[in-house]
């Protein structure tokens, strides 16, 4: 069974562009999150899907960011426009259940280098 | 807020010695805690997990014990090998949303 997959890996842009990040979860799994890290700080959430809607974006840091996920399967993450503070790496993740002990399942991640 | 905080590192040891990667925790009610190793080039893959207070979570011989009176899940290994460096995270979960808040990360390197 494949599991979560993000691309690309990695992403260089310039302060100023668009850029979108892909997540595939694996299949069957309605519960969808998106986390980035920045500048080796801590893990933090942005938010979280179920199926096709929204459930929590309370982490979303501003409304440069904007995330979805068409028919309840892949979901997408654009930045526009992108500012040198979105450096860092996004991570993916996706669960079967969505009670606090279900286990999130991550991606390897895009690392996203804005010059 | 919730919060996690872990020890910094990086921590380095030889193989074969013992590890302890401190972890205590700030939330409300009784969150399950789990603690997530990422390996170079690789995700965060579940190391274990603990869902009430006193539980013990183990695997690959890390344990960790969720202690309630401490709000601590400190993670330990008997004997580590050069194959557990890694990048350590602590984190924790309520159940509404599960929504994962974690700690700072933790950067192990084991030299033979």
């Known amino acids: 069974e494949a599991g979560v997959t993000q691309f690309p890996s990695h992403s260089v842009i310039e302060k100023g562009q668009t850029v979108t990040l892909r997540c595939d979860p694996i299949s069957g799994h309605d519960n969808l999150y998106w986390y980035r890290r920045v500048m080796g700080k801590e893990i933090k959430f942005l938010l979280h899907?179920?199926?096709?809607?929204?459930?929590?974006e309370s982490g979303m840091p501003n409304n440069r960011f904007l995330a979805e996920r068409t028919g309840g399967t892949y979901s997408t993450l654009k930045v526009q426009p992108a500012e040198l503070e979105d450096s860092g790496v996004y991570f993916c993740?996706?669960?079967?259940?969505?009670?606090?002990?279900?286990?999130?399942?991550f991606g390897a991640g895009t690392r996203l280098s804005v010059l | 807020g919730d919060s996690v905080t872990q020890m910094e590192g990086p921590v380095t040891l030889s193989e074969e010695a013992f590890l302890t990667i401190n972890c205590t925790y700030t939330?409300?009610?009784?969150?399950?805690l789990f603690w997530y190793v990422q390996y170079p080039g690789e995700g965060l893959q579940l190391l274990l997990k603990a869902t009430k207070a006193d539980d013990k979570g183990s695997n690959k011989g890390f344990e960790a014990t969720y202690r309630k009176e401490t709000t601590s899940f400190h993670l330990e290994k008997g004997s580590v090998q050069v194959s557990d460096s890694a990048v350590y995270f602590c984190?924790?979960?309520?159940?509404?949303?599960?929504?994962?808040?974690f700690g700072g990360g933790t950067r192990l390197m084991v030299k033979p």
């Open positions: 939330a409300t009610g009784y969150p399950s």
């Open positions: 993740a996706s669960s079967q259940h969505i009670s606090g002990s279900a286990i999130q399942y």
């Open positions: 984190a924790l979960a309520h159940n509404a949303g599960n929504m994962l808040t």
């Open positions: 899907f179920v199926k096709e809607s929204k459930q929590d």
